[in-house]
C-alpha cells in the first residue's frame, strides 16, 4: 500500500504487514455463467496479512491512531475487523480492545487474542456504548463505528479500501472494469473502492467509475431497502442469516452515495445462494467465508442486473473464519484396497 | 510465478491463483533479539492462496499433472500440502485424493474437503502404501513423497519454492541474504530456495547463495542428525512435538545437499521454544502455525550459528491451521463500566 501513499492518508511505515497487492484472479467458470458479453474476475482479499480486505483499512485508521499519539486502539468487531485491527495495533505496540458479541465463531476467538487484544465479548446491542464509555474514558483510538448507526466508522477506512481500486485498474492494465461487485455490510468498502476509481477519473487515468454493486443478505438488506424506497439508509429488521460479517441492520450514507452515484444497484441473495456461490469458488480452487462470496452470490443471482462488460468480483475473507466449520475428525478406514475403493465410489471417483 | 515461467517448469496460466508475490517485512524487534549485526526480514508465506508456502509447490506440480493428461492427483499428507494439492486440481478441474492420518487439527479436514477433493484418512503408517496404488492403479499424478523416504516428492516441488529466492533476491534490491532460516520438514522447502539463489550465482546476478539453516523440531530431527554424524539421513525415532507440518522422522538427500553446500546448518528447536516464538511473532502482528515460525525459533535459539549479516526467515503458514486452537466460546461480560474496567484490569491494559 506504500507506492500509493501519495494518495492515502499518511501511513506509517514501520506498520508495514504487506496488505494489499493482492491478485486478481480470471474465472473463465463465471464468464461462462452469466449468459452474457464479457470477463468475470476475481479479487482475492484472503490472501492479506490477516487474511481479509480490513487490513487495508486497519494499516490506515491504526497509522492514524500512532500519529495522534493515543494509548490504545478499540474496535467493536466479532471478526476480520477485530482480529486485523489486534494485528496492527500489535505492531505498532498500542494496546488493542476488541469489544464484541459471543456469537461469532468459535476459531475467531482465537484469532483476535493470538495478537494479545483484550477481548470483550459483550451483549451485542451494548457493543458501542462500551465502545464510547472506551474512547471517552481512557483516551483509546477508534476504528470501527462509535454508534450503532452505520456512518461513523474511522473516516480513513475507506481511504485503504481505495487501494483496490487502484490495484484493479493496474492488474486491468491501466483501465477500469465496468461493474464492481462487493459484499456489503455497513458498505465501506464498496464507498472505498468507488472513491478510489473516481479519483482515477479526476487525475484523467481512466474515464469511467464502475458501476458499484452492492450484495447483501437477503434477511436484511438496508442499502437495497434504501434504494428500493427512494429514502436514506434506515434501520432494518435483524433477519436471520448466517453471513455473520455482512449481517448488519444499517447501512450507511457513503455507501448509499457510491451505488447511487455510479449507476449501481444493490442486490439481495440467500444463506442458500451464499453457500452455493462458496461452493462454486471453492470447487474453483478459492474457499472462501460465506460473507465474502456475496459478490460471486450476487452475480450468480442477477446476471441481468450486472449486465456485460468486465466484471470485478471482490472475495473478502478465507474460509478459515466461518461459522460452518465442523470440528469432528474423520474416522481411518481400514487400509486394504477394497476399503479405499468403496471410499472412492462414494467420492464418484472411482 | 508466471512472472518467472522462464526459469521454471511449464506452468498452465489457467490454473493461476495468485502464488506467490508474498512480502518481505522488517522485524526490527528480531534484529534487537539477536545481538549481532545485521537485520532480519520474514517472508510470509501465509498471504498465499491456501495460506501456506505449498501453493508454490502445487502450482508447479498440478500443472504437470495437466499436461501429462493425469485423469487425478493424488497426495499423502494430512495439512497444507493437500488441501494446496486439492485446491489446484479443483482449479485444473480434476479429481483430488489426499491420504490423511486422522490426527491433523479438525479445521483442517474442513479446509481439505472444502475444495471437493476426496479424502481418505488411513492409519500414518500405510499412506504412502495406499497412495502408490492409487497411482499404480488408476493412474492419478502423484504430488507428494511416494515412498515414506522423504526422497520421492515430485521433481518440480522445489522449482516453485525457488521463486521465494527470487522474490526474496527481488525485495531485497537485488541482493542476496547472507542467511536463509526454515522450518524443515522433508526439506523441499529450503532445497528450493537454494536451488534458486544457485542460479541466480550461475546467472551472474548475485556473487553468493545464502546460509541455508533448516529448523527441525528437537523431538525428531532427522537432518540435524545427519550433519552431526556425518552420515546420510536416516529415519529417526518418532519423538513427540506439536509441530504437525514438519515432524517427519526422515529427512531427504536434497535437503542436505542445500544445507551442506551453502555451509548451513540445522537447529532443534523444542514446542516451547516454538510457542514462544509464536507469541513473538503473534504480538508483532503475524499469526502462524507453530510449524511454520520454526525458522524465528531457531534464530531466538541460536543467534550463534546464525551469525551476522541479512537474515531472511520463511514463515510457512496461517495461526487458523493450527492444533493448538480452542473452541469454546467467551461468556459475555456484564454490560457496566465495573465490569469492563475489572476485565481490563485482568488484561494489565487498565
Not at 483509546?140 to 475507506?158: A, E, I, K
Request: charged content about 15%; aromatic content about 8%; glycine content about 10%.
Amino acid at each position: 500500500m506504500l507506492a500509493w501513499q501519495a494518495l492515502l492518508p499518511p501511513l506509517v511505515a514501520d506498520l508495514d504487514l504487506g496488505a494489499g497487492n493482492t491478485p486478481l484472479i480470471a474465472a473463465p467458470e463465471l464468464t461462462k455463467a452469466r449468459g452474457v458479453t464479457g470477463s468475470v474476475f476475481l479479487k482475492d482479499e484472503s490472501q492479506n496479512p490477516t487474511w481479509s480486505h480490513k487490513d487495508r483499512l486497519n494499516y490506515c485508521t491504526v497509522s492514524a491512531g500512532v500519529q495522534v499519539d493515543a494509548p490504545g486502539v478499540v474496535v467493536a468487531s466479532s471478526g476480520n475487523h477485530g482480529a486485523s485491527a489486534a494485528a496492527y495495533s500489535a505492531r505498532a505496540g498500542l494496546p488493542c480492545i476488541v469489544i464484541s458479541s459471543a456469537d461469532a465463531p468459535p476459531a475467531i476467538y482465537n484469532f483476535i487474542q493470538a495478537y494479545g487484544a483484550a477481548l470483550l465479548p459483550v451483549p451485542a446491542e451494548f457493543r458501542w456504548a462500551i465502545m464510547r464509555q472506551v474512547v471517552e474514558r481512557l483516551g483509546f483510538h477508534p476504528v470501527s463505528n462509535l454508534t450503532p448507526g452505520g456512518h461513523t466508522g474511522h473516516p480513513f477506512g475507506p481511504e485503504g479500501y481505495k487501494t483496490i481500486a487502484y490495484e484493479v485498474y493496474s492488474q486491468l492494465k491501466r483501465s477500469a472494469p465496468d461493474v464492481v461487485m462487493a459484499p456489503c455490510g455497513y458498505g465501506e468498502l464498496l464507498f472505498g473502492i468507488w472513491k478510489g476509481f473516481v479519483e482515477l477519473r479526476e487525475l484523467g487515468l481512466t474515464r469511467h467509475v464502475p458501476r458499484i454493486i452492492a450484495v447483501e443478505p437477503a434477511g436484511r438488506g438496508p442499502l437495497h431497502r434504501a434504494l428500493a424506497t427512494g429514502k436514506d439508509v434506515e434501520h432494518v429488521a435483524p433477519g436471520a442469516t448466517r453471513a455473520y460479517a455482512i449481517g448488519t441492520t444499517i447501512g450507511s450514507y457513503r455507501a448509499l452515495l457510491a451505488v447511487r452515484n455510479s449507476g449501481g444497484d444493490a442486490i439481495l441473495v440467500s444463506d442458500g445462494e451464499l453457500q452455493t456461490a462458496q461452493t462454486t469458488l471453492a470447487r474453483m480452487g478459492i474457499w472462501q467465508e460465506l460473507s465474502g462470496v456475496a459478490g460471486v452470490a450476487g452475480l450468480l443471482r442477477s446476471p441481468d442486473v450486472v449486465g456485460d462488460g468486465t466484471v470485478v468480483c471482490i472475495l473478502t475473507s478465507s474460509g478459515f473464519k466461518d461459522e460452518g466449520l465442523s470440528y469432528e475428525v474423520p474416522v481411518p478406514l481400514e487400509p486394504a484396497w477394497t476399503a479405499i475403493e468403496a471410499a472412492l465410489h462414494n467420492f464418484d471417483i472411482y
